[in-house]
């Protein structure tokens, strides 16, 4: 993987943006990223003004106790002359080619892309998640849940289809906002868990609930169609990247697991720590309400970030 160097610059990234028809041949609905995205993301359902009010970000920024800057650009580049960068000649590809066919080959293994710094070209087949939007989106209403993130078209198995962006925060800020928030409101704050072969464990916390973009639409479910792993591009504040974990139908709901551990190797000690049968009162827990077969009943529940450090 490419170190971090002292060169650093702020990121600034300008969507390729493409025009959609509107949904059901209506007038265009509202947009949800503003024009931010590569395509745009409408309102379903008619209830456009019970949308919840946010700063749209298709970006990690940086949020209270952030030790990094996601936006400085602080991952070295690579020297390939090539358009398209191969392993074993690419430092960006330590572990073997990510993508073939634009497809996360394995979920399983650490993901470096090449950068604004690397000297591949912007075709290079290792930017796929820099590209944005692949597939047409929309936000609608789901019965028991609110709001749903749902795609209108089929998604191939393996393909990017969005990243779960908002403030990056520092633990003592993520858990003093699940402290000081409503029970019965929206729990928007993801902990991500990066156990190393040192046995040190990377933690990355991102909350989008005052700034972030479609990816807090997203609803939980005990089995997903929707992997996340995270991809370090410019920055070693890894992006939070969430790929088709099957093929997707158009006009299904896009879902992840909010544990972490569909499709992803979970240690003992993080299985047992309260991500989904801890032994917490029941009380403080939020039903379920995937309504698949293997649904636990609860929503996961990491009751490290209901703890105060001392």
Not at 13 to 28: D, F, K, T, Y
Not at 283 to 289: G, N
Request: proline residues 7%; aromatic residues 6%.
């Amino acid at each position: 993987m490419a170190t971090e160097t002292s060169t650093s610059r702020k990121l600034q990234v300008s969507a390729r943006r493409r025009s959609v028809p509107a949904v059901g041949g209506a007038m265009e609905a509202r947009d949800v990223c503003g024009g931010q995205e590569a395509l745009p993301v409408p309102v379903c359902g008619g209830q456009e003004a019970l949308l919840p009010s946010f700063q749209y970000s298709a970006e990690l920024v940086a949020g209270p106790g952030a030790e990094l800057d996601p936006s400085e650009v602080t991952v070295q580049g690579c020297e390939c002359q090539e358009p398209h960068c191969t392993p074993g000649k690419c430092a960006c590809l330590p572990h073997g080619e990510n993508y073939r066919h634009r497809r996360l080959l394995s979920a399983q293994k650490p993901v470096l892309e090449c950068n604004v710094l690397c000297r591949c070209g912007d075709s290079c087949a290792n930017r796929e998640t820099q590209r944005g939007l692949q597939y047409q989106l929309h936000v609608r209403p789901v019965p028991g849940k609110g709001w749903g993130l749902c795609t209108q078209e089929s998604v191939p198995s393996g393909r990017f289809v969005c990243e779960y962006a908002g403030e990056v925060l520092g633990p003592e800020e993520a858990r003093r906002r699940i402290r000081v928030q409503d029970p019965k409101s929206n729990n928007y704050i993801i902990a991500v868990r990066e156990h190393l072969h040192s046995g040190h464990v990377l933690e990355t916390f991102v909350d989008p609930t005052y700034v972030g973009n479609i990816g807090r639409f997203l609803n939980h479910s005990c089995q997903p169609n929707l992997v996340m792993v995270p991809v370090r591009t410019h920055s070693m504040v890894p992006r939070l990247a969430l790929f088709a974990a099957r093929d997707i139908q158009a006009g299904e709901e896009l879902c992840y697991d909010y544990s972490g551990m569909a499709f992803n190797f979970t240690p003992d000690s993080e299985r047992q720590s309260g991500h989904r049968h801890g032994t917490e009162s029941r009380s403080q827990r939020k039903k379920c309400l995937c309504g698949t077969a293997p649904c636990s009943g609860y929503l996961p529940y990491d009751a490290t970030l209901y703890k105060t450090v001392t």
